[in-house]
């Protein structure tokens, strides 16, 4: 948007040279390199490995953006308060998405892709890399830790909002269906006490949820198993969360992880969908984003309940549970009104989806 009096240029918008500039300084990590006091060129191209002549027309044109400032006497380079938002210790947390070598950063680059992606609806991120981003993360476990990072990092704020904005007390075993290094779970079980859960997810990142349960205290109520959403899930939960997972996926396989939802529950448990919503908050570039990179999308609540309902879930509620998140609960179309819960839904009676890594 331009402020009034302000001419648009859509060259200044379209340009790639400051975005791949300032990913670049990133991933160099050139912000520490050049600490408080700052660097010269020479010093700085030593420091990361670069060329210093085309070191200094990087750092020229991150100074004409306002990322690093030049004492033009010393000719040392430093950033600049905006510039500070690139180290890896700065709160905003930004450059684990910055690093073109980390999961988000990598992902980010397939933009260059969307072409395809527009004609033929098809994802940016196999065709530039040659495979689909969870088999990246499968073949290259540095992109993976990277990723649980990022997902851990977006949630440490939001998770206990989420925790206190909806009434998971009322469940006593949560399956927190690929609940990643089980932040989300932690902040639950540690608001709801009487609550126990697992998460369930790929193997490298299942054992990372146990550690975290283990380091919280939590392995009495926690427990974190390995295995694959397309596969049958544990059954004997009351809940079945799905945190931001549908909408990295198309229809046909968000359809499939519902289905396997749908298939685990009991007649009175709920599958809970915690997702950002199309038209409420969803950020578009993101929403861009998720078709880009995994042929995913972020979905309006109604596309999300003809989808649960194609799986046999009807509707019961939606909450908005913190910003840009809202919660929505379905049910089997067989629930019975008013029918006690279950209650055995102990982890060791969990069946299928793969091996328990923690108790
Ligand atoms: C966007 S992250 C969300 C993580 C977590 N639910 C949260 O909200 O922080 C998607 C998660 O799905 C997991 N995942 C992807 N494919 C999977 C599969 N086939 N089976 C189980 N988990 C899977 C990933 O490892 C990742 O932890």
């Not at 940016?124 to 851990?152: H, I, N, T, V």
């Not at 639950?188 to 490298?204: C, E, M, S, Y």
């Not at 079945?240 to 749908?262: G, K, Q």
Request: glycine share 10%; proline share 5%; net charge negative.
């Amino acid at each position: 948007m331009n402020t009034p009096g302000e001419s648009p240029s859509i060259l200044a918008l379209a340009d790639l040279a400051t975005p791949m500039s300032i990913r670049v300084a990133a991933t160099l990590g050139l912000a520490e390199l050049a600490g408080d006091t700052g660097g010269t060129v020479v010093e700085l191209a030593a420091r990361s490995g670069t060329s210093a002549p085309a070191l200094e027309l990087l750092l020229d044109h991150l100074v004409t953006v306002g990322v690093f400032d030049c004492d033009r006497a010393s000719g040392r380079y430093r950033t600049t308060c905006l510039g500070d938002q690139m180290r890896a210790d700065a709160p905003e947390g930004f450059r684990i998405l910055l690093d073109i070598d980390s999961a988000g950063g990598r992902a980010e680059l397939a933009f260059v892709e969307l072409l395809g992606t527009i004609v033929a609806g098809a994802p940016a991120y196999p065709r530039r890399y040659g495979r689909s981003f969870w088999a990246d993360l499968d073949a290259e476990p540095a992109l993976r830790k990277s990723f649980d990072a990022q997902m851990k990092w977006r949630f440490q704020a939001m998770a206990g909002q989420i925790a206190e904005q909806f009434d998971w007390g009322r469940f006593t075993h949560i399956v927190d269906v690929g609940g990643g290094d089980g932040t989300l779970l932690m902040a639950i079980l540690r608001a709801h006490t009487g609550v126990r859960g697992q998460v369930l997810d790929l193997a490298p990142t299942a054992a990372l949820a146990a550690e975290t349960f283990r380091a919280a205290g939590l392995t009495d109520r926690a427990t974190a198993l390995s295995g694959n959403f397309f596969d049958p899930l544990p059954t004997g939960a009351d809940a079945y969360l799905l945190s931001d997972i549908l909408h990295d996926w198309d229809d046909t396989h968000a359809r499939a992880i519902l289905a396997e939802c749908a298939q685990a529950a009991d007649p009175n448990s709920v599958v809970v969908v915690l997702e950002p919503i199309r038209g409420e908050g969803a950020n578009t570039a993101i929403n861009l984003f998720m078709l880009m990179c995994f042929a995913g999308r972020e979905r309006t609540v109604e596309e999300l309940t003809r989808l649960a309902a194609d799986c046999g879930l009807t509707r019961r509620a939606v909450t908005r549970v913190a910003d840009g998140r809202t919660a929505i609960e379905f049910q089997p179309a067989g629930h019975l009104e008013q029918t006690p819960r279950p209650v055995d839904a102990t982890p060791e009676s969990a069946a299928g989806g793969g091996g328990l890594v923690a108790e």
